[in-house]
C-alpha cells in the first residue's frame, strides 16, 4: 500500500489499524544521542485524546506508548526507532450491522475501489486513530530540534475559520 512513509531523511513508516491489536510508527534517520524516554512520547500522545464533549469521539484509549527498539538507556542508538501503542477500546460489535455499507464522509468508499478491500471497523487506516503514530513521530523530530537548534520552540495557532481571520 502506497502513503504510509513518509519523508527522506527523517522517515517515518505507520502501521497498524484502528481496531486491530496495536497502532505504530516506525522512525529511521533520527540521530543518535538524543533523550527520549517514553514520557516524553507519552505527554504529547495526551495532548491528542479525546474530550468528554459531543465534538469528540466517544472513543476512550489510554494511549501509552512502549518503545520497543532504537533507544537504549535513554538515547538513541542511531538504529530504527520502534514505538507502538496498544489499542484497547476495540468493540467493534457495533460496526457489523452497517458491514458492507460505504459511510458517508469517510473513506471506506475509496479504500474500497482503490484495494478492492476495506476495514469496516472504525475505518481502519482511514481512521482518526492513525494520527496516535504520526504524534509519536512527532515527538521524536521534537527532541532532535531541541537539540540541534537553541531556542527552538514549536507552537501552532488557528489563523482562520471560514470568514473569521485572526488579525496580524
Known sequence: ?????YGRIFRITTWGESHGK?????????????KISEGDINNELSLRK???????????????CEILSGVFEGKTLGTPIAIMVTNKDVDSSSYEKIKGIFRPG?????????????????GGRASGR????RVAAGAVARKILEKEIKGFELFSYTKRIGQ????K
Open 1 to 5: 500500500m502506497v502513503g504510509n512513509t
Open 22 to 34: 496495536a497502532i505504530g510508527v516506525i522512525i529511521d534517520g533520527c540521530p543518535p544521542g538524543i
Open 50 to 64: 479525546s474530550r468528554n464533549d459531543n465534538l469528540s469521539t466517544q472513543r476512550r484509549e489510554d494511549d501509552r
Open 106 to 122: 469517510h473513506a471506506d468508499y475509496t479504500y474500497f475501489k482503490k484495494f478492492g478491500i476495506y476495514d469496516y471497523r472504525g
Open 130 to 133: 492513525e494520527t496516535v503514530a
Open 164 to 167: 473569521i481571520e485572526l488579525n
